[in-house]
């Protein structure tokens, strides 16, 4: 028996026709959405490539940043309940996470407006601008004020 392959690789998950991709980075697995092991090999080349030219970037080239770049990250988000319900500002480590939890509770589709990074107090320092805002615990009224202060200050993960 031989060693493991070591580094970047190409491989079929449990007889699934599609092709996988292994970054030994992050120990990463990733679908190259593919039955062609030619496209996968060029799929996997452009990954390697793309993790010299961005070592900190999560996302496959072409994608647009997502939840998942963000996910070990502490952020101060801010999710609104619906189209034009009350925003939560809150803190978290793991966005991803964070937001199915809260979805499972909600019948309502909820938007990431936006995200700050983390700082210490910076969740309660938001809290306090916009306390006249607050409807009850960390629930804001989508005021004109709180909406501009979300389009011009952060940042959103499409």
């Given at each position: 028996?031989?060693?493991?392959?070591?580094?970047?690789?190409?491989?079929?998950?449990?007889?699934?026709?599609?092709?996988?991709?292994?970054?030994?980075?992050?120990?990463?697995?990733?679908?190259?959405?593919?039955?062609?092991?030619?496209?996968?090999?060029?799929?996997?080349?452009?990954?390697?490539?793309?993790?010299?030219?961005?070592?900190?970037?999560?996302?496959?080239?072409?994608?647009?940043?997502?939840?998942?770049?963000?996910?070990?990250?502490?952020?101060?988000?801010?999710?609104?309940?619906?189209?034009?319900?009350?925003?939560?500002?809150?803190?978290?480590?793991?966005?991803?996470?964070?937001?199915?939890?809260?979805?499972?509770?909600?019948?309502?589709?909820?938007i990431v407006l936006g995200l700050l990074e983390d700082w210490r107090g910076l969740e309660e320092q938001m809290h306090a601008l916009f306390t006249k805002e607050r409807m009850g615990g960390e629930w804001?009224?989508?005021?004109?004020?709180?909406?501009?202060?979300?389009?011009?200050?952060?940042?959103?993960?499409?």
């Amino acid at each position: 028996m031989g060693r493991p392959i070591k580094g970047p690789r190409i491989y079929r998950r449990d007889g699934r026709p599609l092709w996988y991709a292994y970054l030994r980075r992050d120990r990463q697995h990733i679908s190259l959405k593919t039955a062609d092991e030619s496209v996968a090999r060029q799929r996997l080349l452009e990954l390697v490539e793309n993790e010299r030219e961005h070592p900190s970037d999560y996302a496959r080239p072409g994608d647009r940043p997502s939840y998942r770049k963000l996910a070990a990250k502490p952020v101060v988000y801010f999710i609104q309940d619906g189209i034009g319900g009350p925003i939560k500002i809150g803190r978290t480590d793991c966005l991803r996470t964070r937001l199915n939890t809260l979805q499972s509770a909600h019948a309502r589709k909820l938007i990431v407006l936006g995200l700050l990074e983390d700082w210490r107090g910076l969740e309660e320092q938001m809290h306090a601008l916009f306390t006249k805002e607050r409807m009850g615990g960390e629930w804001f009224r989508p005021s004109l004020e709180l909406l501009k202060f979300i389009s011009t200050n952060t940042t959103r993960p499409r």
